[in-house]
């Protein structure tokens, strides 16, 4: 088995073990591998290893990786920030944006969505605890994102995602996540119809599907520490 390999099923292992420890069913949370700073062979490895959905932060580089893999059947995330010069490479590669954080990116993803392709979709990031260094809408601002997003013909609005500042233990960072909870349940409550809770990555993945996280973003726990540019 390769190490990739081995990893995946270790962080299957610890999805598997959280969800029965929260009371849900083993299939009730997604795994995003998120692969920024690695190439297409380890984008490769993991499929062959079973994953097929792909978390990528840098617009240009992925778009480099999805052309090198578009022979295997891959779904394409883009979790980081998306400016709008780059919104029509979004548009035109990617199957998910999940960083929507102002209604201008995302009046320019539905415009610049090839008629070709089924809907763009969409989550909106929240900024759920206030940190200063992160992206994101305000939980109170979010509802008025969320509902005019829904309007746009060529996205789909799926749910919430959120990057919380790191937490001291389990309990602190579920303090965080259930806010998110709760605040995907309002919308829900509002009518928005949402399935898709974006949340949890390699250190908080199981305070993050106790609080509720429909889809976890994991990186480093699969394909090991990031190798950055010096």
């Not at 919104?87 to 320019?108: G, N």
């Not at 009518?191 to 250190?203: K, Q």
Request: with cysteine; hydrophobic share 50%; proline share 5%.
């Amino acid at each position: 088995m390769t190490t990739i390999q081995i990893q995946l099923q270790g962080v299957r292992a610890r999805m598997a073990a959280a969800c029965q420890s929260a009371g849900r069913a083993p299939d009730a949370v997604g795994l995003l591998a998120v692969s920024k700073t690695f190439g297409a062979e380890a984008v490769a490895a993991a499929y062959a290893a079973g994953q097929s959905a792909f978390g990528e932060n840098y617009i240009q580089e992925a778009v480099q990786k999805i052309a090198q893999l578009r022979h295997l059947p891959l779904q394409w995330h883009c979790i980081g920030p998306v400016q709008s010069n780059k919104t029509r490479l979004v548009a035109e590669h990617f199957d998910w944006v999940q960083s929507v954080d102002r209604i201008k990116i995302a009046e320019r993803l539905s415009a610049q969505r090839p008629a070709h392709l089924p809907p763009l979709q969409v989550c909106i990031q929240v900024n759920i605890d206030g940190g200063v260094t992160k992206s994101g809408v305000p939980p109170e601002a979010t509802l008025a994102l969320a509902q005019a997003v829904a309007t746009l013909p060529r996205l789909r609005l799926r749910g919430l995602m959120c990057i919380p500042e790191p937490a001291a233990d389990f309990v602190a960072s579920s303090a965080v996540l259930t806010r998110a909870r709760s605040l995907f349940d309002a919308l829900n409550a509002a009518g928005l119809g949402l399935d898709t809770l974006s949340m949890g990555m390699s250190a908080d993945l199981e305070a993050a599907i106790a609080s509720g996280s429909t889809l976890v973003r994991v990186g480093s726990a699969i394909f090991g520490a990031r190798q950055y540019a010096v």
